[in-house]
């Protein structure tokens, strides 16, 4: 069955560091991949996707991810993180097969602390 | 910019009552999508609509949920009879074609329900 894996649930970064955050997933096509961010109290919003072409996608807020097809992986990528950036994170993959219509399946999210 | 919005933010209800949670997807959409998310768990697929139909329902879209779209802009969910194990944050989200092809779901900022 599909699958995507955030292997961290938390991580705490210093305000200015790099960031990335960790996603894999399991699926037997190219997916469709997706970040989303969940401020407190907000919904979901989408920071980047990738569809196809350039494995190296550009988001908004500075974010980029970059699609590995050997590794399976679509890792969320921040040069210098800001105290706003604190939140959580979703990977998702939305699926084009026979079994499945647009649903998108979620990782369990990474939770981002910054310190100042 | 054109945004998904929900309502109630916050339903709390008695178990075994009838809830509706109200969305108003983005106006020129016409793919629909409910996921929820359990305190601390992964959001999950429910159902998707399409064409004044259900395209495709998870496990968890059982009889007791049922899906309309009474008019040309609101998308209910409603849960006939809610269990405790309901209580979650529930999301809205829209589409121009189904997020499994080359197009992106918006997502609401959800209603928390909460059944006691």
């Known amino acids: 069955a599909q699958s995507v894996t955030q292997p961290d649930i938390h991580i705490t970064v210093s305000e200015g560091a790099s960031l990335e955050l960790r996603c894999n997933y399991s699926?037997?096509?190219?997916?469709?991949l997706f970040w989303y961010v969940q401020s407190p109290g907000q919904g979901l919003q989408l920071l980047l996707k990738?569809?196809?072409?350039?494995?190296l996608v550009q988001g908004i807020k500075g974010f980029e991810a970059e699609f590995k097809r050997s590794q399976s992986s679509f890792n969320l990528r921040k040069p210098s993180v800001h105290w706003s950036d604190a939140a959580e994170y979703f990977c998702a993959v939305g699926l084009e097969d026979g079994g499945s219509q647009g649903n998108l399946i979620f990782g369990k999210g990474t939770k981002l602390s910054v310190k100042p | 910019e054109p945004e998904v919005t929900q309502t109630p933010s916050h339903q709390v209800t008695q178990m075994g009552q009838e809830v509706i949670l109200r969305c108003v997807p983005i106006s020129n959409h016409l793919y629909f999508y409910w996921y929820r998310q359990i305190l601390g768990q992964k959001v999950e697929f429910l159902v998707s609509?399409?064409?004044?139909?259900?395209?495709?329902k998870s496990e968890i879209f059982d009889d007791q949920f049922s899906v309309e779209r009474p008019d040309g802009s609101n998308f209910t969910l409603k849960i006939r009879s809610t269990k405790l194990e309901d209580s979650a944050m529930y999301f809205c989200a829209s589409s121009e074609s189904l997020a499994g092809g080359s197009d992106t779901q918006y997502f609401g900022p959800g209603t928390r329900l909460t059944v006691l």
């Open positions: 990738y569809f196809s072409g350039d494995t």
């Open positions: 609509f399409y064409n004044n139909e259900i395209s495709e």
């Open positions: 699926y037997g096509a190219t997916p469709y």
